[in-house]
């Protein structure tokens, strides 16, 4: 079994590098084929492993003494800060050192330092964001949901495929269905850039496009991809983790209102728990950025250590299903 070589950006994220390194001994301690390589101040880094127990010929520590942070310029902060840890990260895998990289610092220097630096795959126009939604079926992938605000339609094209073969590789879903979001599923709905790109995604026949979906139908599971441009995906995706953060705390403050709210919420509470879990999409890993000649994945900047370890394993997955291979195989020249 071949190992993957992972590069993480350890003083990425609001908990780092506490959750960073934590999740990477986990990941180790509960993975056999991965390989971690811890980027940043290694002090710090060598400071947390110490109070850990994990196979050190599976960790690897190389240093880089700056940090990009949240407030950074993203094309200034990737020019300038060369020894940041996302850089440094980054450069591990445009040199074949390292098969992906994972972070949750600032999403603006991934997007940035994606492209510069890593580079795109041959024939690839825009690489997407694509993070996983919960919805009554199972999950459904959104693409894109923050790297390309003024996309045209054969930008929306290739975002469909990719998304097509990342959703059937790493769900199982065999010919995952396709659809567009839009304001309504009449043909005549849509801004122009719905409608233009309508009659691509009719015309390829390399994936299974069902039309046009509404919001609301996102979280029915409508389709395994819903393919949109950036504003309208992040716009999707912040709503859907605000929403559902108000729910559970609205319900958490009507429960614990009286005695009897309680109980219910103390019998109620595995139920509860494993709704929450499926809303958060911890298990899910990060969002990754599709299209690139290695592997980035943007883990949310909140990240415990459980969300990086899912990160991490589904970096695994991603190498081991061959995604890029088959993207390259199906879309680039």
Known sequence: MSQVKIALDAMGGDYAPYETVKGAVNTVNSTDNIKVILVGREDEIKNELESYKYDEERIEVVHAEEVIHMGDVPTKAIREKKQSSLVVAMKLVKDGEADAVVSAGSTGAILVGGQLLVGRLKGIKRPPLAPFLPTEKGFTLLIDCGA?????????L????????YCENMLGIDNPTVGIVNIGTEEEKGNQLVKDTKPLLEAADDINYIGSVEAREITKGAADVVVCEAFVGNVILKFYEGLALTMFKTLKQSLLKNFRGKMAALMAKPALYAVKTKFEASDQGGAPLLGLKGLVVKAHGNSKAFEIEAALKQCVQFSEKEINQKIKDSLCE
């Open 158 to 165: 290739q975002f469909a495929k990719m998304g097509s073969i």
């Open 148 to 156: 390309n605000v003024d996309a045209r339609p054969e930008h929306l």
